[in-house]
């Protein structure tokens, strides 16, 4: 049983390079408005911060107002551990809701939620878009993320070229291994 | 011939028991896990229909199963030795053509799983080829669960060879490739961004590779092994040996591996989290399941195996069904466990 174990300690040594983009779930630490805040005024921007970089695209936030009127406006954009999304001027008083889902670091959805009150009216109105949406109907398009930011993250997580480069490594080694298994027998007598 | 026939359907009915039972409580605690874990619902947001947030934890739970008998087929020929050929043959020939079938299984159920893990961040519309290629492209997962496809193929390719020339295609390969297969699969899970990374991973790693050699090897031995007496007293004790040191890297890594992760995650506090949170009450199911797992394998290892050694009939095959409908339930909960939320 020695040799295999070595084999596999060798194969699992190979594979901590691999290994490396694995990070874990995002978790929220911070948002602005914070949750359960109490505001006068409704805020322009809604900001959410995790302990770990968002991936760019997928990701999404969603206001939501007293009578499931919409209120954010625009594309939801991130920033490394930041993810903001734009709010129109807020109308009636009472309680909003902040839903998110992000694509985590570790390449799962995150979703959750942040709640604020708003304990003055504000001057705006629900947008056309803001009747309570059908569940079914697709959401918005995740914001299309900067070419740059792009290309970081191709190069951060090695991109599909890496992965086929992986897959054609592994065939190589495989198709030799299997080449100078059939030499052995070859070696060894014919089989039948 | 009577004897043979006799055993062979007697172990064909025990067989179906075994496989069913691991089957369905790999399904029923990942469906129950993913039900009881199911993140509420955020108002403004989509999410996955019924279909992807059931079927893809299912899928996913399916192709460990696959994995891990074919685990426990390339194990096998290691654990009956080569010495007598003559007995060990007749297994080996079902043997081979099963791990083929499964490494085929494998590799196509880690292809569903990506495009269901494509559908999943996407919902509300069918993933086409673009948006698979974009997901394996950019998100780590995708580029794990198609390195694990390629792996079972190269497997099925090489078990191709072991079904026509034998044992000549040496068992260490396909060992390793059946393990290489493995390890990216943890690796789209649960880890934490600091200093103990790669730690966490290598006990990850281990985690996972023990459990498939403790669970694939009972499998194969109760499956292929067990009609026959004399190899069973020949194999049990070795696979014994091996169980005794899976036993131990898996309670260890796992317990090492969902503490350190929950301790390192910002707002989370032990003990509270351990009942608290979702992820807290999977690595306590996990714990729970590996507790009840010891008093089954101590029955076999310490009460029947000597009898087995004596060549004398034991009800071990009973015993050992009940010990895999547990590992079954307990990679359920793994599953769930890797998309479970911390908070």
Redesign the interface.
Known sequence: MRRPLTVLLLACAALLGVAAPAQAHNVLIASDPKDGARLATGPQKITLTFDQPVRQGFAQISVTGPDGTRWEEGKTTVDGRKVGVAVRPLGPAGRYVAGYRILSSDGHPVAGKVTFTLTAPGPGTASSQGAPRDPASPPDAPATPGLSAQAAEAAQNGGAGMAVLWIAGALVLLGGATVVALRRTGDGGAPR | MTATLERTSASGTAGRLVVGGLVSGALLAVLAATALTA?EA??????PGPLVEYGLPALRVLLDLAAVAVVGLSLLP?MLGFDDPGRTEPVMRRARPAAVTLAWAWALLALVVIVF?TA??????IPTPAMI?EY?????????M??SA??AL?YA??GL?AV???E??????R???A??GL??IP???????SVW??PI??SM?LHV?GAAAWTGGLLVIVLLVSGDRELLARTLPRFSRLATLALALVSLSGLVNGLV?MAL????ELPGALAGTHYGLLVVAKAASVALLIPFAAHIRFRLLPRIAARRGTAVVAWAAAEIAVMGLAYGAAVAL??A???
């Open positions: 993140q955020v108002p403004g947001i989509a999410v290691r893990q999943q961040l996407n919902p509300g519309s290629a394996v492209d950019s998100v780590g997962a995708g580029q794990g198609l390195f390629a792996c190269a390719g090489i060879l026509r020339f034998g000549k295609v040496p068992a260490e390969l060992i390793v490739i393990f290489f390890l990216p690796v789209t899970g649960h880890a934490v961004d990374h790669d991973m290598i790693e590779m992760t995650t910002p707002g989370v890797t998309t939320s911390m908070s």
